[in-house]
Antibody, heavy 121, light 107 residues
Framework: QVQLVQSGADVKKPGDSLKVSCKTSGYTFSDFYIHWVRQAPGQGLEWLGWIKPNGGGTSYAQKFQGTITMTRDTSINTAYLELSSLQSDDSAMYFC??????????????WGQGTLVTVSS | ENVLTQSPGTLSLSPGDRATLSCRASQSLSSSYLAWYQQKPGQAPRLLLYASSSRATGIPDRFSGTGSGTEFTLTISRLEPEDFAVYYCQQYGASPRFGGGTKVEIK
């Protein structure tokens, strides 16, 4: 069965960087895009961007360009989200999700369990 | 950018009631690019519908979707206890975007 398992919760200080992992299984990793979505406490869902595992191409939401980097390691079927220069308003639950088709323009059919990131001095 | 506005913000209903949730886009949207998700506290979102009206695998037929252009609707025909949750619409064009959500709570 398709599974996306994310790394555990983390606490960082303002200005720090953080890398969140999303390990996938149950399907061919290179055939489906991975998207990242975040949710601040008590708030709605915000799309961050996607990575195409086959080739490593990326597309980021304009708001996050320059502050996030998405990468992948095809040898271990894992996608990564790196956040730099963290601020308190980056405190959120971060989700990875699989795009349902081999395209950036698709709904998300499977989700990771989420990684809680807390930024506090 | 195509902004999605969901209404109402909160819907207070009883089990067995019919729920009608609205999602309005600021620009016309292909119905092929509209999805609905359900999210319960402490959980990841779960895909309900895609392409406006196609149910995802395992989603019961009490969930249905309609709409085109700028107006889309999610209907839950008879609310079950497990349906009380927050619902998000999403457009997944070039830059995916979510609506602000509708909370369906027990009256």
């Amino acid at each position: 069965q398709v599974q996306l398992v994310q790394s555990g919760a983390d606490v960082k200080k303002p200005g720090d960087s953080l890398k969140v992992s999303c390990k996938t299984s149950g399907y061919t990793f290179s055939d489906f895009y991975i998207h990242w979505v975040r949710q601040a406490p008590g708030q709605g869902l915000e799309w961050l961007g996607w990575i195409k595992p086959n080739g490593g191409g990326t597309s980021y939401a304009q708001k996050f360009q320059g502050t996030i980097t998405m990468t992948r390691d095809t040898s271990i079927n894992t996608a990564y989200l790196e956040l730099s220069s963290l601020q308190s308003d980056d405190s959120a639950m971060y989700f990875c999700a699989r795009g349902a088709y081999n395209s950036g323009k698709t709904h998300f059919d499977f989700w990771g369990q989420g990684t809680l990131v807390t930024v506090s001095s | 950018e195509n902004v999605l506005t969901q209404s109402p913000g909160t819907l207070s209903l009883s089990p067995g009631d019919r729920a009608t949730l609205s999602c309005r886009a600021s620009q016309s949207l292909s119905s092929s690019y509209l999805a609905w998700y359900q999210q319960k506290p402490g959980q990841a979102p779960r895909l309900l519908l895609y392409a406006s009206s196609s149910r995802a695998t395992g989603i019961p037929d009490r969930f249905s979707g309609t709409g085109s252009g700028t107006e889309f609707t999610l209907t839950i025909s008879r609310l079950e206890p497990e349906d009380f949750a927050v619902y998000y619409c999403q457009q997944y064009g070039a830059s995916p975007r979510f609506g602000g959500g509708t909370k369906v709570e027990i009256k």
